[in-house]
Antibody, heavy 117, light 107 residues
Framework: EVQLLESGGGLVQPGGSLRLTCAAS????????MSWVRQAPGKGLEWVST??????????SYGDSVWGRVTTFRDSSKNTVSLQMNDLRAEDTAVYYC????????WGQGTMVTVSS | DIQMTQSPSAMSASVGDRVSITCRAS??????LAWFQQRPGKVPKRLIY???SLQSGVPSRFSGSGSGTEFTLTISSLQPEDFATYYC?????????FGQGTKVEIK
């Protein structure tokens, strides 16, 4: 079965860092664009980042609200994609989903990130 | 950046109603548009891709149309399980952008 499973969320203080990981099963995520999408409590969906397909990691793109503070990368040996988030702010509080392909055909269950002192 | 303007932001409808939701792109995106349904507390689920292609397993009462800058999601006969929030997504160019969402509520 094709699945995505996020992990790594939690409570972090403003200015802190967190790494989220998305583990793919049932397919090779190197063959797909992989994205992160977030949803703040009670709000809509917001695209965060995409790493394009490619054995050597692929090119990356980031949303304006996170640009310069996040990095997306792959671990091909583990079939995972990760989102390293630094200098976290209260407004980064959200459920973070990973999603497959440019059109987001498969989504993970999400992991909650709370930025608060 | 491409802005996606989704309307209405909310609507009340009855079981059996025909419902249409529109997304307008600030510039042409060909057919690089998808529609998602999100029930409360649940993960978004793709309904339509490439503007008008029905995702496998999605009921045929859902349909999509449009190209360029104007797109429509139609539910031909609303069912109780369709009360949810719907989002469009343009994936023509970065930054990828979602519409603001349309909450479909029971009248």
């Amino acid at each position: 079965e094709v699945q995505l499973l996020e992990s790594g969320g939690g409570l972090v203080q403003p200015g802190g860092s967190l790494r989220l990981t998305c583990a793919a099963s049932g397919f090779n995520c190197n063959n797909y664009d992989m994205s992160w999408v977030r949803q703040a409590p009670g709000k809509g969906l917001e695209w965060v980042s995409t790493i394009n397909r490619g054995v050597n990691g692929g090119t990356t793109s980031y949303g304006d609200s996170v640009w310069g503070r996040v990095t997306t990368f792959r671990d091909s040996s583990k079939n995972t994609v990760s989102l390293q988030m630094n200098d976290l702010r209260a407004e980064d509080t959200a459920v973070y989903y990973c999603a497959r392909d440019r059109g987001f055909d498969i989504w993970g269950q999400g992991t909650m990130v709370t930025v608060s002192s | 950046d491409i802005q996606m303007t989704q309307s209405p932001s909310a609507m009340s409808a009855s079981v059996g109603d025909r419902v249409s939701i529109t997304c307008r792109a600030s510039q042409g995106i060909s057919n690089h548009l998808a529609w998602f349904q999100q029930r409360p507390g649940k993960v978004p689920k793709r309904l339509i891709y490439a503007s008008s292609s029905l995702q496998s397993g999605v009921p045929s009462r859902f349909s999509g149309s449009g190209s360029g800058t104007e797109f429509t999601l139609t539910i031909s006969s609303l069912q109780p399980e369709d009360f949810a929030t719907y989002y469009c997504l343009q994936h023509d160019s970065y930054p990828l952008t979602f519409g603001q969402g349309t909450k479909v509520e029971i009248k």
